[in-house]
């Protein structure tokens, strides 16, 4: 597994998303290797300095694959695309303990890149469908890449990630942002934070 992040529960369960890189998860088409599925590996034991760590493998649907590198329209000119991201909710309310997995991928249809977001709230046992955070209309020249995952201490999510839609050049982001107040159920507006930049 690889190009994924850590994250601990509330109770010390380690928690990794990450994609498949054995040769049997890796399609190479022209211009772009796609990784799939993506995967969740959770650990109750890995806090344990005594034990030798167990993990459980399970794979999850993020509603496309992973997009990793696409040749000669990459947005990032010497690398990845973005991690998938896996956060936690620490918080002492309703949402404690909610496992959070956001990723951008190759979606079907004419987007070369958007950002999906899905949710478990047993622990990882079960997940929500796919859920698109950003909210432009799909166009093969709207790249939304580089995702990233936090959650604040009152259960708010935020998400933000670099975005060609102002532009329609895959070289010229702008960072964009949202959140959500319900677990992700529904995500606020997508909204420029930065100026825009060259990414090339």
């Known amino acids: 597994f690889g190009f994924g992040t850590l994250a601990v529960g509330p109770n010390g369960e380690l928690y990794a998303v990450g994609r498949g890189e054995l040769d049997e998860y890796v399609d ?3 211009g772009r290797s796609t990784f799939h599925p993506y995967f969740f590996i959770k650990s109750e034991n890995a806090r344990d300095a005594s034990a030798t760590p167990t993990f459980s493998v399970q794979a999850l649907n993020m509603g496309g694959v992973a997009a990793t590198f696409h040749g000669g329209q990459n947005p990032n000119k010497f690398g990845t695309n973005g991690d998938a991201q896996v ?4 918080s002492n309310g309703p949402m404690r303990a909610n496992i959070y997995v956001l990723a951008n991928l190759d979606p079907p249809g ?3 890149l958007d950002i999906h977001f899905i949710r478990s709230s047993d622990g990882g046992k079960t997940w929500s469908e796919p ?4 909210d432009d209309k799909p166009s093969a020249n709207h790249w939304q890449w580089f995702a990233m995952l936090g959650v604040a201490d009152n259960s708010r999510i935020d998400a933000a990630w670099y975005d060609t839609r102002d532009s329609g050049n895959y070289k010229v982001s702008r ?6 107040w319900d677990g992700g159920v529904t995500w606020s507006k997508s909204r420029p934070v930065s100026p825009f930049f060259y990414t090339h």
Not at 87 to 90: F, G, H, L, P
Request: glycine share 0%.
């Open 110 to 112: 004419e987007d070369n």
């Open 175 to 180: 960072l964009y942002y949202a959140y959500s």
């Open 131 to 134: 859920v698109r955070v950003n």
């Open 28 to 30: 190479e088409v022209p």
């Open 87 to 90: 956060a936690v909710d620490q």
